[in-house]
């Protein structure tokens, strides 16, 4: 069993920024793929973007490429998301997950976070 505590969620004007955290509580944190998805009100949860066990290889969607940035940092068990330049259309609420299964189709493992809250204001 892992868990997945997402943080940094929160209310931003349009071009603003934000940082999501997601923890990770076990040590095998490092032999999984991480990824990030999110939610918004009436739609379907969508990938939003993956990284490697060793952070050296990253994929994004298209709706977020050039504006959002995935990173981990394994000694700490956490993985991040950098967004910048923020559209109201990144509303949702973000979710981290793990183990990730792809490419080609990135598809989610087994554990999730509870999730964060982003909303950005026009």
């Known amino acids: 069993q892992v868990q997945l505590v997402e943080s940094g969620g929160g209310l931003v004007q349009a071009g603003g920024s934000l940082r999501l955290s997601c923890a990770a509580s076990r040590r095998t944190f490092s032999t999984y793929a991480m990824g990030w998805f999110r939610q918004a009100p009436g739609k379907e949860r969508e990938f939003v973007a993956s990284i490697n066990r060793s952070g050296g290889s990253t994929y994004y969607a298209d709706s977020v490429k050039g504006r959002f940035t995935i990173s981990r940092d394994n000694a700490k068990s956490t993985v991040y998301l950098q967004m910048n330049s923020l559209k109201p259309e990144d509303t949702a609420v973000y979710y981290c997950?793990?183990?990730?299964?792809?490419?080609?189709?990135?598809?989610?493992?087994?554990?999730w976070g509870q999730g964060t809250q982003v909303t950005v204001s026009s």
């Open positions: 997950n793990a183990p990730l299964s792809g490419p080609p189709i990135y598809s989610p493992g087994a554990y």
